[in-house]
């Protein structure tokens, strides 16, 4: 301290404000929601007994979940529970807290590992004995019918150059699909067949008809991705002209339950194979 400077006086410290009487809290909690409800049941014993008590969530559960109360003499109690019948463990919370968990888990699904660009489509149509009849390889990004205003896992291939015929009789057409972006396992390649079927000969014969053109398809059912899951098909239509049945577009796509998935639903299934 300099000379002629008078001493520093200590400033007070304000004292915290006190806490609300316990009465009032039970007037604080209806107004509460399930957050702050919970928030506050972990302050002291006194705030637990108020904003923890069964009719505050029962309250809760009628105004969100109301045919959960339908539920609760139906849910097994555990053994701590059993050990506690008071106020600190309130079936309605329990409940309260089991649909809320219900509600976290329906989330939206995350995009695909899995891009377009790192996915190439092989097709082969061969007579039923085995004579090819048109064979391409494409990449799904490069495809046509990718940029659909619906965003379908569906492709295009244009072949009206090819001048390839189906001609009459069954035909075979088998599908691969195949990874081929260098991302993944240092650029080893991998595949998935996605369908190996015949056409009937008498499908494609009445495919054209007046205007001279016509199409004929075939779809097989994919194989269950892991344990499980959408019944998905895969669909392969052939676009035909003329009498002698030329190949002028083949579409590919996935479906399920007769509607095309998203380009993320077939990716997404395509990475349980391909990753």
Not at 25 to 49: E, G, I, K, Q, R
Not at 188 to 199: E, F, G, I, N, S
Request: charged share 20%.
């Amino acid at each position: 301290m300099r000379e002629g400077e008078a001493p520093a006086v200590p400033t007070a410290r304000r004292a915290p404000p006190p806490p609300p009487p316990w009465e009032a809290l039970p007037l604080v909690a209806p107004f509460l929601d399930a957050t702050s409800l919970a928030a506050a049941s972990c302050v002291s014993t006194s705030w637990h007994a108020a904003f923890a008590a069964d009719y505050l969530w029962a309250r809760l559960c009628a105004q969100h979940y109301p045919s959960a109360l339908g539920l609760l003499r139906h849910l097994p109690e555990t053994a701590s529970g059993r050990q506690q019948r008071s106020s600190s463990s309130s079936p309605h919370r329990r409940l309260f807290a089991l649909f809320r968990s219900a509600s976290n888990r329906c989330r939206a699904l995350p995009a695909p590992r899995l891009a377009l660009a790192d996915v190439a489509f092989a097709v082969d149509i061969s007579t039923a004995g085995g004579e090819s009849i048109v064979s391409f390889a494409v990449a799904a990004a490069e495809a046509g019918g990718v940029k659909n205003a619906a965003g379908l896992f569906l492709f295009g291939v244009d072949l009206s150059a090819r001048s390839a015929a189906i001609g009459p009789g069954e035909w075979r057409v088998r599908w691969t699909a195949v990874r081929t972006g260098d991302r993944w396992d240092g650029g080893a390649p991998a595949a998935v067949l996605m369908m190996d079927a015949k056409v009937p000969a008498a499908r494609t014969a009445g495919a054209v008809r007046f205007g001279g053109r016509g199409e004929a398809g075939v779809a097989a059912r994919l194989p269950a991705p892991g344990c499980g899951g959408q019944r998905l098909e895969a669909e392969v239509v052939v676009e035909l002209a003329g009498e002698e049945r030329v190949v002028e577009k083949v579409r590919l796509g996935v479906m399920c339950e007769c509607r095309y998935v998203s380009a993320d639903e077939g990716l997404r299934y395509l990475q349980h194979f391909l990753l």
